[in-house]
T-cell receptor, first 113, second 114 residues
Framework: SQKIEQNSEALNIQEGKTATLTCNYT??????LQWYRQDPGRGPVFLLLIRENEKEKRKERLKVTFDTTLKQSLFHITASQPADSATYLC????????????FGQGTILTVHP | EADIYQTPRYLVIGTGKKITLECSQT?????MYWYQQDPGMELHLIHY???????EKGDLSSESTVSRIRTEHFPLTLESARPSHTSQYLC?????????????FGNGTRLTVT
């Protein structure tokens, strides 16, 4: 069955450093991958989309890579700030999923001042 | 700012009661979804709809039912709540014709069944 694993349940970094979050998947050939941010008590909010034929996408301080050979996506937040503290979810879709996404369990990021 | 609304935000109810979780969106999206999320766990799709009068069960088996009589409204009903139904329920919507269209989520209903 499809399986998505996000690195370590929690990641703690110092303000100003780059946070790198990992999303690995097995038994799946996604056409695209999305990253979401979720704050406590709130629904996830879409951040970035990357398709299988794209290696890298950027948006302001965010960068995502997608390696279909390694079956892995990396999500980077540069110059991190305490306000970036949240849970980050990766989600895979495509093929016969018709818009339905399969989510990972998320990584809790805490940026310390 | 989310244009998808869920009510109630919190619900504590006794075993055996019938409940309906409301979800409405003002974006005119054809696709709507219900996900279930337990603390620290991934979101699991329990129901989805591609338009009016279209409903399908998701990957996670659920005793709940849904209806889609209007584009903007996608309520979820539990006929007889049980403690095992305690969870957070998230409603989402997306555009139909855009491939890889992102999901827009509501802020969820946290259900506790005692």
């Amino acid at each position: 069955s499809q399986k998505i694993e996000q690195n370590s349940e929690a990641l703690n970094i110092q303000e100003g450093k780059t946070a790198t979050l990992t999303c690995n998947y097995t038994n799946y050939s996604p056409a695209y991958l999305q990253w979401y941010r979720q704050d406590p008590g709130r629904g996830p909010v879409f951040l970035l989309l990357i398709r299988e034929n794209e290696k890298e996408k950027r948006k302001e301080r965010l960068k995502v890579t997608f390696d279909t050979t390694l079956k892995q996506s990396l999500f980077h937040i540069t110059a991190s700030q305490p306000a970036d503290s949240a849970t980050y979810l990766c989600a895979l879709g495509g093929g016969t999923s018709y818009g339905k996404l399969t989510f990972g369990q998320g990584t809790i990021l805490t940026v310390h001042p | 700012e989310a244009d998808i609304y869920q009510t109630p935000r919190y619900l504590v109810i006794g075993t055996g009661k019938k409940i309906t979780l409301e979800c409405s969106q003002t974006m005119g999206h054809d696709k709507m979804y219900w996900y279930q999320q337990d603390p620290g766990m991934e979101l699991h799709l329990i129901h989805y709809s591609y338009g009016v009068n279209s409903t399908e069960k998701g990957d996670l088996s659920s005793e709940s039912t849904v209806s889609r009589i209007r584009t903007e409204h996608f309520p979820l009903t539990l006929e007889s709540a049980r403690p095992s139904h305690t969870s957070q329920y998230l409603c989402a919507s997306s555009e139909f014709y855009r491939e890889a269209s992102p999901l827009h989520f509501g802020n969820g209903t946290r259900l506790t069944v005692t």
